[in-house]
């Protein structure tokens, strides 16, 4: 990026969104995992805070990394690719998600419309659930203040 900078010329544009920062942390322990979650957007945030009352103790690490985009798009049924040690999963341009499970990390970008109820839902729990293994995923939270209600008017 630098190069171009120094060239004059403007660098292309960060279609993958790398460079995103995203400056807002949470740790999640489930079982023998933690998880290291880090977005830009406070309402994703929220949403993992409601996960921190199922911690126990831990041994390996994962990075998740949650990207907000401004896609709004409806959020399809899951199409789940495995491939390897990588996992892909495509809900439709409202919800993309790569999970490394060599390196432990997991890349998501979730469209502008999501709202905190589906991905409470709907988005975290699947994530949840690929990055864990079904034995180690947590449960609905019965004590949220969205459990009772539909995800498309939250």
């Known amino acids: 990026m630098a190069e171009f900078m120094q060239s004059g010329v403007p660098a292309p544009p960060d279609l993958l ?38 911690l126990s103790g831990s041994h390996q690490r994962f990075v998740w990394t949650l990207v907000r985009d401004n896609v709004e798009a409806p959020l399809l049924q899951p199409t789940i690719i495995h491939h390897g040690h990588v996992t892909f999963v495509d809900m439709g341009p ?3 998600a790569a999970i490394d499970h060599e390196t432990r990390e997991l890349f998501a970008f979730l469209g502008a ?42």
Do not use: W
């Open 17 to 54: 969104k790398r460079f995103v920062p995203t400056p807002l942390c949470t740790r999640l322990r489930f079982g023998n995992t933690e998880i290291l979650a880090q977005t830009h957007d406070s309402s994703i945030l929220g949403v993992l805070h409601e996960y921190e009352g199922h």
């Open 94 to 96: 409202a919800c993309l």
């Open 113 to 154: 419309n999501i709202s905190v109820g589906t991905l409470r839902v709907d988005v975290l729990p699947l994530l949840f659930e690929l990055t864990l293994g079904v034995s180690e995923a947590p449960e609905e939270l019965p004590n949220s203040e969205f459990a009772d209600m539909d995800s498309s008017n939250v």
